[in-house]
């Protein structure tokens, strides 16, 4: 949590406003800088990210169009096929794991074994970029209305009920399952967990890494759909207002998401931690006739003390666990099991879990989906921008090419070696790729534009100059750290083996490195050298890099609609 605040101040909300403001004047053409780092390649990670993040909207529709059934079928394990008992693989971790893991992905044993297509994701994953698509039909409206949803990104006015529903769906639904959370045992040390420092965890660049993602990942930063949309605004939008407002919503929003999820972990480690110790006292019991209730939870680590001491091979026969609630906690679960683990098996603990399994689930699919729309703005814009396909053709066949190849790359994800595929394309393509990107979006403006021009434009648009937070933050704070998380995370990375969570943890084979180079490597690359490129030509032809012309489709329809 600390590190993802001194990022969300340091980090997200200079850049958030970097990139309202760097919209609001693109078009109109005035920050020409562009013209020299072209932001349009944006748009591959964009892309990149896209496919994967639909994917997990995907897994939450399966989830959806499963909670229509009491009792859930994550909530206890199926019996074999004889009918005689549990099915042992389900039997052996828990009906969530086994759900998780079998019934949903059918996950393979390593990302070698493709294990093939899994039909009922394909339909769902089909599902998801029709729902998208048809949503992106409409566009974004010309009329200078605007609405911030889901206290992320800027996007078109829908139906005044609508953005009333989608806006406060998240924030009753977390309620509930605070006040639900907070009844359960253990919750109070997950909530304690979450904001007691770590300072092995604080000196680890990979958490300052994954704090840095989430950033930009509740912000839509780097994407290129901020700039977009923010270049529908009036020129004489308060950008920095509207940034220090979306920040304070965002930063509220995560604590109080991050206490209600810390709640729910607190209550799963307790569970793990009691389970734990109960088989260690019921083995010392069997171990040594002991009748029931010899040993208890408050006095067992004073009693396994005693009998360790007079029996000592004994206690070594037994192979007894180490039952540390602290390890449990700081275990937890990463990633995509957190709402397809942990929250689930919360739900089966509250009364008409239907219900709020499907609300959960409605709540995931609506956030998810207005990340998406930032996602394809900033894929369809730049191909608009840089005329990719023939001007004649309509916003909405471009829309509808872009989420076809989409669907086609992302059926990798569809197999069952589909969930190790996405958690690669988390780890490398939506991570390195955005710091990269934040670095030259700041330097590009700040010491190849020039801070004192983009002073003056934004004193144009809102009537003052940045104060001297903006000014130390843009100039120095903001891509200072942005380049040390960088560069401690490549030695990092460099210096030990790249490993990924299967049935056994192992390295990844060798042929992956050349996928973790195509999504790190070349967007990484791209960006910075097209930017130098840009400066040679320019130099060498002696053009002004920062013409003010109206050059990309999206500033002339700005100026259109002006």
């Keep these: 949590m600390i590190p993802f605040l001194i990022l969300l101040v340091l980090e997200g909300i200079p850049l958030l406003h970097l990139e309202f403001a760097i919209g609001q004047r693109l078009r109109s053409g005035s920050v020409g800088v562009w013209t020299a780092i072209n932001p349009y390649l944006t748009g591959v990670v964009s892309f990149l990210v896209g496919m994967y993040y639909n994917t997990i909207i995907a897994w939450v529709m399966w989830y959806f169009f499963n909670s229509f059934q009491s009792p859930l079928p994550w909530s206890q394990c ?14 052996r971790s828990s009906p969530v794991d086994y759900f998780w893991y079998r019934d949903t992905l059918n996950t393979s044993a390593s990302i070698g074994d493709s294990g093939g297509l899994q039909w009922w994701m394909v339909l769902c994953l089909l599902c998801a970029w029709l729902v998208l698509y048809v949503c992106c039909l409409r566009g974004i409206e010309t009329t200078g209305k605007w609405t911030i949803i889901h206290y992320k990104v800027v996007l078109p006015s829908l139906s005044s009920q609508a953005v009333y529903i989608t806006s406060t ?26 904001f007691t420092p770590d300072l092995n965890e604080l000196m680890n660049p990979s958490t300052w890494l994954d704090a840095g993602a989430q950033v930009f990942y509740s912000f839509s930063l780097a994407f290129g759909g901020l700039i977009s ?11 920095e207002q509207d940034a220090v407002i979306i920040s304070i919503i965002n930063g509220f929003t995560s604590v109080y998401a991050a206490t209600v999820i810390y709640s729910i972990i607190g209550f799963r480690a307790t569970e793990r931690f009691d389970d734990c110790l109960g ?22 680590a004073e ?16 192979n007894l666990k180490t039952c540390d609630l602290q390890t449990f906690l700081s275990q937890g679960v990463e990633g995509t099991g957190l709402a397809f683990i942990v929250f689930t098996e919360a739900i089966t603990k509250m009364p008409v879990s239907p219900l709020w399994s499907i609300l959960f689930f409605i709540m995931l699919f609506c956030l998810g989906l207005s990340t998406m729309f930032g996602s ?20 909405e066949a471009i829309t509808g090419i872009v989420c076809l190849v989409s669907f086609i790359v992302a059926l990798i994800f569809a197999q069952s070696s589909g969930n190790y595929w996405l958690a690669l394309f988390d780890s490398f393509a939506g991570s390195i790729p955005l710091l990269v990107i934040a670095f030259c979006e700041m330097v590009a403006v700040v010491y190849i ?36 998380i960088f560069i401690f995370y490549f030695i990092t990375k460099v210096s030990s083996n790249v490993t990924y969570i299967a049935w056994n943890p192992s390295s990844y084979p060798a042929w ?47 100026m259109e609609i002006s």
């Design 78 to 91: 199926p019996v074999n096929a004889n009918l005689t008992a549990l099915v042992s693989e389900c039997a």
């Design 169 to 194: 769906l998240p924030y009753v639904v977390l309620t509930i399952f605070l006040i639900r959370g907070l009844t359960l045992k253990g919750s109070l040390d997950g909530i304690k967990f979450l």
């Design 229 to 239: 949309f923010s270049s529908y605004n009036s020129v004489h939008n308060n950008c």
């Design 279 to 300: 088989g260690n006292i019921l083995a010392l019991l069997n171990a040594f006739s002991l009748p029931e209730g010899n040993i208890t939870e408050g006095n067992y």
């Design 303 to 318: 009693s396994l003390q005693n009998l360790n001491g007079t029996f000592p091979e004994i206690v070594r026969g037994l």
């Design 376 to 395: 394809i703005e900033g894929v369809v814009v730049p191909l608009q921008d840089l005329n990719i396909f023939p001007k004649r053709w309509p916003k």
């Design 449 to 484: 534009y020039g801070i004192d021009r983009f002073n003056k434009d934004i004193e144009f648009m809102i009537g003052h100059k940045p104060n001297i937070f903006w000014q130390v933050t843009w100039r120095f704070i903001s891509p200072l750290i942005v380049l040390v």
């Design 512 to 558: 992956i490195y050349a996928i973790i180079f195509i999504l790190a490597g070349i967007p990484s690359l791209l960006v910075p050298g097209m930017a130098i490129f840009k400066l040679i030509q320019t130099c060498c032809c002696n053009k002004n890099v920062y013409r003010a012309e109206v050059d990309t489709v999206s500033a002339k329809v700005q």
